[in-house]
């Protein structure tokens, strides 16, 4: 059983950053990707960056592109999501999910083991 567990979330002001971590446990020799979502209220949940586990291929949503940044560190076991110059419309619950046979990296039904969530706020 694979759990994935999100920290670093928080109320930052426009143009600030914050450092999204998420800590992978559990049988992952099978996983190919690690993803982070993102689901602003009332709205669908969104792919904003892909990051693929055995040559550290990264993906983007144009949305974030030059501001966000997705890194790994094997030893830990853990996915990072770094976000500068974040605006209003970053404001969401963030996940990270992992897959074993990722085609489309921003489909979210590729998905077999999600995080719980951490809640980004921008405002000022």
């Known amino acids: 059983q694979v759990q994935l567990v999100e920290s670093g979330g928080g109320l930052v002001q426009p143009g600030g950053s914050l450092r999204l971590s998420c800590v992978i446990s559990?049988?992952?020799?099978?996983?190919?990707?690690i993803t982070w979502f993102r689901q602003a209220p009332g709205k669908g949940r969104e792919g904003v960056s892909c990051?693929?586990?055995?040559?550290?291929?990264?993906y983007y949503a144009d949305s974030v592109k030059g501001r966000f940044t997705i890194s790994r560190d094997n030893a830990k076991n853990t996915v990072y999501l770094q976000m500068n110059n974040l605006k209003p419309e970053d404001t969401a619950v963030y996940s990270c999910?992992?897959?074993?046979?990722?085609?489309?990296?921003?489909?979210?039904?590729?998905?077999?083991?999600w995080g719980q969530g951490t809640q980004v706020t921008v405002s000022s």
């Open positions: 999910a992992g897959g074993s046979a990722v085609l489309s990296w921003y489909d979210t039904s590729e998905y077999d083991s």
């Open positions: 990051v693929r586990l055995n040559d550290g291929i990264t």
């Open positions: 559990g049988f992952t020799d099978h996983y190919y990707a």
